[in-house]
């Protein structure tokens, strides 16, 4: 490498969250907003009808950190998509494909970008929702490594949907009829113990529901399935998905012709 | 020396559209070099392959000995190229553009060049201002910094002169002019043929993926136009008239190939006793150069 040049990906990064930081009305306290409203409605109508680990734990408090995951989660992929499409669409992706950047470098960046963004939404919601029930962090660490991980796989899939789609109306039903399902359906709203025998079956071949229940974990120490399984079915589905764009890259899918 | 740019037998094919059939061009370092051709030729392909964004069927393209594939690092930190679309992000300035953009090379504390960048490119009162406020001129300006922010020693410029108004053109060219002269090989794609006859040393012409003509721009106009020449005369001899244009009244236009041939003309007329009265010479333009090539290629 010609000593005189370093890497590019850091710029990538940093453009990637001065983008976001400049809309920071749409892209953050828009969905903290939004939480917050999911919050009151959802604990204000099922507080007094729903059981959770068997009363071990509110309902507002059991939900809080499932909408705080479910913001990571849906930030982190409207951050890369957003991102990827909009300079598709426009045009200037251009300046992204012209300078030596390499399918790690452009890899990293959009991630790293997307889980900042997550993380960052995350956090809001946690610091507006903390008011309204006593919440405990058991495994911190535990709890990290689920944000960490699930805004990653967000990040990752993100990037591909917004190399993937040609149009927003694309984008937008990969969203719409993918994520957002996952997401509701993960047990966000519930614990999977509370569903029939079948759709309690069905959540298991739903990665969200992992990453919900093992970030939940990290708060009760109480989870659906062992918090061990939860990470490693996260962490596999994380490397399938990073492997998978980073071919997507190389290949320069819809990106170089 | 080694080549700035060397493209082998690059061939590439979209759907049934052969856009390039087995290119060969090589652009040696320091050149002024034009690539001209109508719409469809192969020109913005050629560029893509050579800055990465195109990949193709087969052959190599190089920068600078660095093979745009393998080597692809060092071959596009020594490429700048002003695409031909009026492209940019909404969500930054101008400066911030021009700092992002370095910074993709990782070039680090790029203030100074891109100060001067700034000024040469007359947009120092515009460095805050969102790209969304900037003129169409503007924004093309904003394009060739982008593409020279990390001075690159070969600059392809695909068209930078569409749209953009007379006065700004003229200050564009003299400071691509000058970059030139500071040693940067230019390779320009334009419709302006008198720009490309003004600028470039050398010129290739492309049409239907194959090069139809390369040679030095004096070459390409003294073979391949010659003159025109109006004279009056009563008469003009009979081994002449297969080269007349047009014939208004005592005035005839020819079609000469060279000085040489012009001479031979006036022998012929004084041998015949035949009197000019009035004589006018016209040298070919790259215009009617490239008419007369894109007319012939099949």
Request: glycine share 0%; proline share 18%; charged share 0%.
């Given at each position: 490498m010609n000593p005189a040049f370093g890497s590019g990906w850091l710029t990538l990064l940093y453009k990637e969250l001065l983008r976001f930081w400049k809309v920071s009305f749409q892209t953050i306290l828009a969905p903290v907003l939004t939480a917050l409203l999911y919050l009151l409605i959802f604990s204000h109508v099922l507080e007094a009808h729903v059981s959770v680990f068997e009363g071990r734990v509110r309902y507002t408090a059991f939900l809080i950190p499932g909408l705080v995951m479910m913001s990571v989660l849906q930030n982190a992929f409207a951050n890369s998509s957003s991102s990827m499409i909009q300079s598709k669409i426009t045009g200037n992706l251009i300046f992204v494909l012209?300078?030596?950047?390499s399918p790690l470098d452009m890899y990293a960046a959009y991630v790293l970008g997307a889980m900042v963004r997550g993380l960052v939404v995350g956090a809001g919601v946690l610091a507006v929702t903390l008011w309204f029930a006593p919440l405990s962090l058991e495994h911190p660490l535990w709890a990290l490594a689920f944000a960490l991980l699930g805004s990653a796989i967000l990040g990752t899939l993100g990037l591909i949907a917004g190399i993937w789609a040609d149009k927003f109306d694309q984008l937008a039903a990969f969203q719409n009829f993918l994520i957002m399902p996952l997401t509701f359906l993960s047990g966000v709203f519930y614990s999977i113990h509370t569903l029939p025998p079948f759709w309690q079956a069905l959540?298991?071949?739903?990665p969200f529901f992992y990453m919900i229940d093992g970030f939940r974990y990290g708060f009760f120490g109480l989870s659906d399935i062992a918090p061990g399984v939860s990470l490693a079915v996260v962490a596999a589905a994380c490397l399938a998905l990073s492997g998978l764009t980073l071919v997507i890259l190389q290949r320069g899918y819809k990106l170089r012709h | 020396m080694t080549p700035a740019v060397e493209i082998l037998r690059v061939a590439r094919r979209f759907g049934n559209v052969q856009?390039?059939?087995g290119v060969d061009l090589v652009v040696g370092p320091g050149e002024f070099f034009g690539l001209l051709g109508p719409n469809g030729a192969g020109k913005t392909t050629l560029i893509s392959i050579l800055a990465g964004l195109t990949r193709a069927d087969a052959g190599t393209a190089r920068v600078l000995g660095h093979d745009v594939v393998d080597d692809y690092r060092n071959a596009r930190r020594l490429l700048g190229v002003v695409p031909q679309e009026l492209v940019f992000d909404p969500f930054f300035t101008v400066r911030e553009t021009l700092e992002i953009q370095a910074g993709y090379f990782g070039l680090r504390n790029a203030d100074d060049w891109i100060d001067e960048l700034l000024h040469h490119l007359d947009l120092t009162s515009r460095a805050h201002s969102n790209m969304r406020a900037l003129s169409g001129g503007m924004k093309r300006r904003v394009l060739v910094g982008q593409a020279l922010v990390h001075k690159p020693p070969v600059i392809v410029l695909d068209e930078p002169t569409a749209g953009v108004d007379v006065e700004l053109r003229q200050s564009l060219w003299a400071f691509i002019r000058k970059l030139n002269s500071d040693g940067h090989t230019i390779i320009l794609t334009t419709h302006y043929l008198e720009e490309a006859e003004a600028l470039c040393g050398r010129i290739a012409m492309l049409k239907a993926g194959r090069i139809v003509a390369l040679d030095t721009k004096q070459n390409l106009l003294s073979s391949f136009a010659g003159l025109t020449v109006r004279l009056t005369a009563d008469s003009l001899p009979e081994d002449w008239q297969s080269r007349i244009l047009r014939r208004d009244d005592q005035s005839y236009v020819l079609s000469l190939s060279n000085y040489a041939e012009l001479e031979r003309l006036l022998a012929t007329l004084r041998a015949h006793e035949i009197a000019v009265t009035e004589l006018s010479l016209q040298e070919a333009d790259l215009e009617q150069v490239f008419l007369r090539i894109m007319a012939r290629a099949h």
């Open positions: 012209l300078p030596p950047l959540s298991h071949f739903n | 856009a390039l059939a």
